[in-house]
């Protein structure tokens, strides 16, 4: 090999390594170790083995969040990938072509600041806004615009409906960003592809389908898995909009929810630390599965 | 921020409410990696002195103290108006420092498990710890020397003598070594049915004292065009619960709840709990729509402001809380739940009122005496005084506040207190003792009371519930004579 | 297979300069995407602008009358109250500078540890690479008690420095993991004739690779940028005396006391105050984002 190539390498490691192998490996080493335990949160402990792992088993209400965290976990990342790459592609390249340019249809960078903004507002925010937006009586937003003659929507006070609420909160913040990074991909495609395909007279929906989506397949796996995590996540808006933390009838509850509940509410912390593990595992198998659909894993040196 | 003076009953503490908004309530920050299986064990050096009559806790005078006050609602002019004063006049040698914080857990409970608490600390709001795991962690100081400590100014009691029954003994905690106090629970919280008495009065409608006179005037309510019953289910079902659980205590008596804090077999299915959730699911059937399963606490409570919801059930914190809403047609008043059967063992008049606000000592600190000494002062009749005109909240310390005319609901809750005499009972404590309990039966009430009134429903599902938590072992049991 | 086939634009092509014509088409589908396009920009605003209203209103108003009614009298107080309580401006200042800095840290970092890992053969590349994904699925609030005890112990709370530091170290994961992707599909052309130059390593990654990669480092300093300015739970842990709080913990601090307090107004207030830096903070922000995205590979 080249010469210094060692000490280059650690020399570039090293810090981002030491970083975060103290404040994140750390810390998530920790959450192993307390998992296998009794401790409350206060003064000490002792060992359990896999005691807390056995509740979790038995536990009804694990059971229910993680089909949340499921649903979750299929409808977040499909439908907002599937909204913002339209939106990216009517942006960048839906107006047709112009003096020989494909470009975005009229108004697309208003669009785009606008879009994105919601992005901007903490999660915390945006829950304590929509809380009002799904008022169920006539004061709140959306009940609010309806005709008066018809019976208030019940949004969070409606079991079946309670966790499409959330959803649909989590989709619109999110919609903007993907926009936005995947106008940066489409971007980067170069404007020849595009024309010569206009020249040999493709419809904008062939553009699409022949030319953008392959070439924007990475960064369309890269949204999907952050979306994936955000799904295992949703904590902030279960926290602050639903009903009792999690109903009605534990209708939104999901797994951070019930990390939360145990290690701080139940004082225990042990058994929420357990929840972390298998939380931890789940995410980490969306990712590799993700991950496997489609990668190389060649290494160039 | 936060400077905010006007000031509500916490009912944070005792209530164990969500957190009204709960933006991602602030989760406690728990211990260090270094103070596993540390920290609790150590010894630290106490400041202590010498008893004397003067001196009843034996704290060294010199010695500084260290309290920290929760600063929400009850605002922190208290500590630092009254009781601080009260206790450099007592001890001019010892200094007091003082801090407040709105984040109790995410400041204090790292110093417990780190071994360097301060000696006072008010353990309230949002981010409070939870007082059980703080007392099986041997955290908290044993009160029992304080409560059987002369009373700072009234002569001839000891402090024990001078609280409101039942003040005690909901900071009392099963231990090694039997049962003891751990917390001065105190502020003092009057439950029952509030209305506006101006309404009432413009509508002639009178107060009910049975269930049938109740159901009547219900109707005239809704047909002027009134909700005539609200709560807000979506963070305060919690209120729901108490006027179920009064209601089960007028009908079988106070033993009836005391079943339910010691987790018998069969309390939660008994005779009494049931007519009272048969009761009461039977008003929500008729009386509320379901939009209120959706509405928090402050949302109905302006509706109530606006004349748009007759009865609600709640705390004497209410009116502080609704200040900023109070219309001149609008006038605080309360009532005690009337009797569900003919047959009730207690009286119309019996009300439900309890102490909460923790404050506890911690063994932690370095100067525990010294804390006990500030909760003594905390406790003397003129402290406890200066608190209710500064907080428009009563204490438990019994009478101080009498003669004086604060407010229209606190005057109202205090008239129904003397009415009560001798029939006032604590309640319960398996919402504090049993977190898990408390949440399944928000859950369920709320079922009950927007989907049909199945009582039966109700009380099996609470009994299993109950059940669960007895045999979970890792769960610390408490009990109640 | 479909691999990352981004191709950035050489170094040698020209920047495209849009011919002015206004020979536009008449396209049948313009109606329709104008239509999904507004209607989701409008969706977008309405909660921003009935937030806004709202915030003048007192609560009667906020529950009882029509959402977007005008207020009956346009209560500045709200405000005032929200301002002097809130210290908002304060918070926004803490928060921009920790973004900043840690954003800033955060791609110098990360860009570094994901070129070794991209484009170096050694041995333990694998397993650090793995280490830094696995982070993608740690549930941020798992770690707030042990990193309590580490940052303690490091003496790090209740310091901007501190905050920054583990604002890296949780943000590595995402960056190296997409920064690994995205550095693999770069041509190796260019940085073989740079080496044929005599340029060493360091020099390579900075003058070859980074401007190369210029639209993968764009897209995710903005995933930065954005979870880093919305984190709540990792400064709640840290930040513990009120003047350094970041904008998050401002705005839970009103909420919390709004509802105590049942004070939406001025709830609604502290909202609209937090809300309008990051728009003004935004328009100027915009153009740059775009102009990053758009001009490719630096000569």
Known sequence: MRHGKYPFIIGFLAVPVALYAIFVVGAYLQMFRLSLTDWSGYGTFKDVGFDNFVKLWNDEVIWIALRHNGYLLLLLPIVTIAIALLFAFLLNVGGGSKGGMTQGVWGSKVYRVVFFFPQLLALALVAVIFQRVYGPDKSGMINGLLPDSWEPWLFLADEKWALTCILIVLIWQAVGFYVVLFSAGMGSIGQEIYEAAALDGASRITLFFKITLPLLWGNIQVAWIYLGIAAFDAFALVNIMTVNQGGPNNSTQVLSMQIYLNAFKYSQAGYASAIGVVLFFLALSFAWLTLRVNRSDSVDA | ?481 | MTNLTKTPRAATTEPVVPAKDTGRRVNPLGGVAHAALFLWALATVAPLIWVALASFKSNEEIFLDEPFGLPQSWAIDNFADAWSEAHIGQYFLNSVFVVVVSTAGTMLLGSMAAYVLARYKFPGNRFIYYLFVSGLAFPTFMALAPLFGIAQAMNLLDSFFGLIVIYIAYSLSFTVFFLVAFFKTLPHEIEEAATVDGAGHVRRFFQVMLPMAKSGLVSIAIFNIVGQWNQYLLPVVIMQSEDKYVLTQGIANISVSAGYQAEWGQLFAALTLSILPMIIVYAVFQRQIQAGLTSGAVK
């Open chain 2, 1 to 481: 921020m936060s400077d905010i003076t006007k000031s509500e009953l916490d009912r944070r503490s005792l209530l164990r409410r969500a957190a009204a908004v709960g933006l991602a309530a602030t989760p406690a920050v728990g211990m260090l990696s270094a103070c596993v299986g540390g920290g609790s064990d150590e010894k630290n050096d106490q400041a202590t002195g010498t008893k004397s009559a003067d001196n009843p806790l034996g704290i060294d005078t010199k010695a500084p103290v260290e309290i920290v006050i929760f600063d929400g609602g009850l605002g922190t002019k208290y500590a630092t108006d009254v009781d601080t004063p009260m206790y450099k006049k007592k001890w001019p040698e010892s200094e007091v420092k003082y801090s407040a914080t709105e984040q109790i857990a995410t400041t204090i409970k790292p110093r417990l498990n780190s071994g360097t608490a301060p000696d006072m600390i008010n353990n309230s709001g949002a981010d409070m710890m939870d007082f059980g795991a703080i007392v099986k962690a041997g955290q908290a100081a044993d009160l029992t020397d304080l409560f059987a400590a002369p009373s700072f100014d009234v002569t001839g009691k000891t402090v024990a003598e001078t609280l409101v029954p039942g003040a005690i003994e909901q900071g009392t905690y099963d231990v090694e070594g039997g049962r003891k106090p751990f917390a001065v629970n105190y502020s003092f919280t009057v439950f029952g049915l509030y209305y506006n008495k101006k309404l009432f009065e413009k509508n002639s409608w009178t107060v009910p004292t049975t269930w049938a006179d109740f159901i009547a005037l219900c109707d005239k309510i809704k047909a002027a065009g009134i909700t005539p019953f609200a709560y807000a289910g979506a963070n305060a079902s919690y209120y729901m619960v108490r006027a179920i659980m009064t209601s089960a205590a007028k009908i079988g008596t106070e033993q009836v709840l005391k079943d339910l804090d010691n987790l018998k077999p069969g309390a939660w299915t008994a005779p009494a709990i049931k007519q009272a959730a048969e009761a009461w699911g039977q008003i929500g059937v008729k009386y509320m729509n379901k939009s209120f399963l959706g509405l928090r606490h402050t949302e109905v409570q302006l509706q109530q402001n606006q004349d748009k919801v007759a009865f609600y059930p709640c705390g004497s914190w209410l009116e502080n809380e609704q200040a900023a809403s109070i219309t001149p047609n609008f006038e605080y008043a309360v009532m005690p739940y009337p009797s569900v059967t003919t047959s009730d063992q207690l009286p119309a008049t019996a009300i439900n009122a309890a102490a909460g606000e923790i404050y506890f000592a911690s063994t932690k600190g370095s100067n525990v005496q010294g804390g006990k000494e500030y909760l003594r002062v905390m406790l003397s009749k003129a402290a406890a005084l200066e608190f209710t005109k500064l907080t428009k909240s009563l204490t438990v310390v019994a009478g101080a506040a009498d003669g004086q005319t604060i407010s229209p609901g606190l005057t109202s809750g205090n008239e129904m207190l003397s009415k009560a005499g001798k029939d006032i009972f604590m309640g319960y404590l398996w919402d504090t003792w049993y977190k898990k309990m408390n949440d399944a039966s928000l859950e369920a009430v709320n079922a009950l009371m927007f989907n049909g009134g199945d009582a039966q429903k109700f009380c099996d599902t609470m009994e299993k519930v109950a059940q669960d938590v007895a045999k979970d072992s890792s769960i610390s049991k408490n009990t109640r004579a």
